[in-house]
């Protein structure tokens, strides 16, 4: 019987930490494409009156699927740093953020998790 109530135990300390680190890293992912990231290399989000950076949101949609998105038309644009209409590149006239944010991220993702696992346990 003590050998059931150790694993028991031993699964809920393994389940919380697991836990800890999905949202750590869902957390870290959405600071990223918003705000940029030393650790990811994405430079966030273009300021040019705050419209784009300010929709973006995350969202807890089940146990381990968290998602962070934006309803605005032109963040692929943004995102691709080309016209969505003519497919030229654009200019990027902010001091802050740039292109390519979520691409960033993404390719970087496991170092996020490295940190969050490194901060947490």
Do not use: C
């Amino acid at each position: 019987m003590a050998w059931a109530a150790d694993l028991a135990r031993f699964d809920a300390k393994i389940r919380t930490r697991q836990k800890r680190v999905f949202f750590a890293t869902a957390n870290a992912m959405h600071r990223s494409i918003v705000f940029g990231s030393a650790e990811t290399g994405s430079p966030g989000q273009p300021v040019d009156q705050g419209d784009l950076k300010n929709s973006w949101h995350a969202e807890h949609l089940a146990e381990f699927l968290f998602a962070t998105s934006t309803p605005m038309i032109y963040a692929p644009a943004i995102e691709e740093g080309r016209s969505l209409v003519t497919g030229k590149r654009l200019t990027l006239r902010s001091s802050t953020g740039g292109f390519h944010s979520v691409l960033r991220t993404k390719d970087q993702f496991q170092k996020l998790v490295n940190a969050a696992v490194k901060k947490l346990l």
